[in-house]
């Protein structure tokens, strides 16, 4: 794990910003892909962020929002679908997840793949380039039960957060992109 805050930690969230900018500049585009559902407090992590990035900034790339979840059973389709449309493209993974009492609520970064559902048991396929975790509850005995009985006070002020930080990461890709493509030229 890269970055590990809070998410009330406005230094998280410029580091976090500073990453994802930075590991952006290389590449043509970015995509967002928003693992959960909104079927569950706990998973809807994912889906609120996509939605809220949407809100605050229409041109993202986003898949998985409340309307259209990005879950277990349609993450193997949307991966293709990235694959196809987005080849070129970094791609950021975001996902709830379990961990210990005293880093519920924060927010963590790491520089590499997702792997969605490893808290609940699930062997699911990997996604991202890198990715960012929200761990919203304890890990441990029926994690299950755990992930469904989330406030979605915490599920909506670590949304709010990473998807403001990715809606910055996004406006300053689209606006660093020509001058370094420029540069390069």
Not at 75 to 90: G, K, P, Q
Not at 126 to 154: K, L, S, Y
């Amino acid at each position: 794990m890269d970055i590990c805050f809070h998410y009330s930690d406005i230094e998280g969230q410029k580091n976090l910003l500073n990453s994802l900018t930075s590991l952006s500049i290389d590449y043509r585009e970015m995509v967002i892909v928003c693992v959960g559902t909104d079927r569950v407090s706990g998973d809807s992590l994912g889906p609120m962020v996509g939605t809220f990035l949407l809100e605050e900034c229409r041109y993202a790339n986003v898949y998985g929002t409340l309307d259209k979840p990005v879950h277990a059973q349609n993450l193997d389709v949307t991966i293709e679908r990235i694959n196809h449309l987005h080849a070129e493209a970094f791609v950021i993974a975001i996902d709830a997840c379990l961990g210990r009492a005293m880093n519920v609520e924060k927010i963590t970064f790491a520089r590499k793949p997702l792997k969605p559902g490893t808290g609940v048991s699930k062997t699911l396929p990997e996604v991202g380039h890198v990715n960012i975790q929200g761990i919203v509850n304890i890990a441990g005995f029926m994690p299950q039960m755990v992930i469904q009985n989330t406030r979605m006070n915490t599920i909506y002020n670590m949304a709010k957060v990473i998807s403001g930080t990715l809606a910055q990461t996004v406006i300053a890709h689209k606006n660093i992109f020509p001058v370094y493509r420029l540069k390069q030229a």
